[in-house]
C-alpha cells in the first residue's frame, strides 16, 4: 500500500521539510521565468540557475540557507519527479541511493574514481556541485551519488 504523502509529510524533520520547500521555491521560480519570458523548460532552468548561483534568483532568502547552489540538471530531475509523482517526488528519499555504499562510488579501481581524481587534477578548487555535473557526464543519473556523497569524496582527498 502506497504511503499517504500527508503521512510523510507530517514526519519529516526540520531540515527534510525546509529541502522539501526550498526545492518548490525553485520550481516556482523556474516555472514564473519560463512562462513570463516565453523561455524553453532547459532555458528557464538554466536561467534560474544561473541565478542562484549568483544569489539575484526569485526566491526568499532562506532558500539560499538550504542549498549553496543549484544545477539546470538538478532543476530538471526536480521539475520530473513532480511531474511524476507531485508534492511526494519532492521529498527526501533516504534510502533509495543511500543503499550504495561510498565505497561502491569512489571506491580503488571505481570509473567515478577515475574520472573524479582526473578532473580534481585540473580543478583542484572545484566544488562538490561542479565535480558532479563532471560525473554526470560519464555515467547514468541511476550511477550518480548524491551531492552529500561528492562531498564526503572532497573531504576525503582533502579539498
Known sequence: MP???????????EGGFRRLAARLALLRAYA?????EGLSDAQAQAAIAEAFD??????????????????ARTLRRWAQQFREEGLQGLIDKHGRRSERSYESYFGAGSELRKVALHYLADHP???STELL?????????DALPTRRTVQRFLRKMGG
Open 3 to 13: 504511503t499517504d504523502p500527508l503521512r510523510r509529510l507530517g514526519r519529516l524533520e
Open 32 to 36: 514564473r521565468r519560463r512562462d513570463t
Open 54 to 71: 549568483q544569489r539575484t534568483a526569485a526566491v526568499d532568502a532562506w532558500v539560499y540557507d538550504v542549498y549553496e547552489s543549484v544545477t
Open 125 to 127: 578548487d572545484c566544488t
Open 133 to 141: 555535473d563532471e560525473l554526470a557526464q560519464h555515467v547514468d543519473d
